[in-house]
T-cell receptor, first 117, second 111 residues
Framework: GAVVSQHPSWVICKSGTSVKIECRSL??????MFWYRQFPKQSLMLMAT?????????EQGVEKDKFLINHASLTLSTLTVTSAHPEDSSFYIC?????????????FGPGTRLTVT | AQSVTQLGSHVSVSEGALVLLRCNYS??????LFWYVQYPNQGLQLLLK??????LVKGINGFEAEFKKSETSFHLTKPSAHMSDAAEYFC?????????FGTGTRLTIIP
């Protein structure tokens, strides 16, 4: 149980285009989902927290207009990187929390590697 | 605010030897502490968690960690390393409904 999927697992896009990454909770309802960014050989940095049906809460320094997050249902959250640039290339990981779980316990997706050329 | 410090960005141990990965935390409230493992190009898998119950926590794959309040530590151990343990390990502390991760420790197993 508690499986989180991400799609796509990797994507290459051209500079200036937008790309959407999906995060799905497959066997539970995720009231809260989190989006992280991980640079090579570095730790995970939280980008934003999204609660189903409400606007995402972004961490300081994360551009809201560049990283659009939508959490329209209890099983799906999307991250759209708009007008992507090479510096946006990174490994993006989502996680989800079941409403019945311990407050801080999160289940992680397998990640999406974005390369912007 | 919560934070974690992982001592040693790289740790190498021989196969069959003891694994010890260090984590110290800072928290203004009783902490929730986690250890996650990440294999290359994959997400994070929960190894174990401390949520104010038993101070010695047993996890998957033979790992365990001991919560020591006096030392503000939550070190991860495994008695006998296996080649499949080679991965990146992250300690994390929960606070304000979020997780704050350490910088990670890359574990290498020497055959």
């Amino acid at each position: 149980g508690a499986v989180v999927s991400q799609h796509p697992s990797w994507v290459i896009c051209k500079s200036g285009t937008s790309v959407k990454i999906e995060c799905r909770s497959l066997d539970f309802q995720a009231t809260t989902m989190f989006w992280y960014r991980q640079f090579p050989k570095q730790s995970l940095m939280l980008m934003a927290t999204s609660n189903e049906g409400s606007k995402a809460t972004y961490e300081q320094g994360v551009e809201k207009d560049k990283f659009l997050i939508n959490h329209a249902s209890l099983t799906l959250s999307t991250l759209t990187v708009t007008s992507a640039h090479p510096e946006d290339s990174s490994f993006y990981i989502c996680s989800a929390r079941d409403w019945g779980q311990t407050l801080y316990e999160q289940y992680f997706g397998p990640g999406t590697r974005l390369t912007v050329t | 605010a919560q934070s974690v410090t992982q001592l040693g960005s790289h740790v190498s141990v021989s196969e069959g030897a003891l694994v010890l990965l260090r984590c110290n935390y800072s928290s203004s409230v009783p902490p929730y502490l986690f250890w996650y493992v990440q294999y290359p190009n994959q997400g994070l898998q929960l190894l174990l968690k401390y949520t104010s119950a038993a101070t010695l926590v047993k996890g998957i794959n033979g790992f365990e960690a001991e919560f020591k309040k006096s030392e503000t530590s939550f070190h991860l151990t495994k008695p006998s390393a296996h080649m499949s343990d080679a991965a990146e390990y992250f300690c994390a502390v929960g606070g304000n409904e979020k997780l704050t991760f350490g910088t990670g420790t890359r574990l290498t197993i020497i055959p």
